[in-house]
């Protein structure tokens, strides 16, 4: 059974912007916190940012001013709006349950180049 499902990633130049969703099951959307990570070639995956289910919001130093994480509990959907994008930004993103993770998606690709 498919738990989450990442989109929106892309091709961005430095500077640009892109909008990622995930499309989670009740199972995994349901209790807690959702995070967005993320994982660049040759290193391990990170989390960039979470939000519980009340509405806490922590960010990595390293997004923190440029990404904003968000959720609509309606639709059982967690995005990640990323602005300010930056070549280090370049990695596959992934969402998942922070403290009960399901098995994690496919991801989307997030490449920031000029």
């Known amino acids: 059974q498919v738990q989450l499902v990442e989109s929106g990633g892309g091709l961005v130049q430095p500077g640009g912007f892109l909008r990622l969703s995930c499309a989670a099951s009740e199972t995994a959307f349901s209790i807690g916190a959702m995070g967005w990570y993320r994982q660049a070639p040759g290193k391990e995956r990170e989390l960039v940012a979470r939000i519980s289910s009340g509405g806490t919001i922590n960010y990595a130093d390293s997004v923190k001013g440029r990404f904003t994480i968000s959720r609509d509990n309606a639709k059982n959907t967690v995005y990640l709006q990323m602005n300010s994008l930056k070549p280090e930004d370049t990695a596959v993103y992934y969402c998942?349950?922070?403290?009960?993770?399901?098995?994690w998606g496919q991801g989307t690709q997030v490449t920031v180049s000029s």
């Open positions: 998942n349950n922070v403290y009960s993770p399901v098995r």
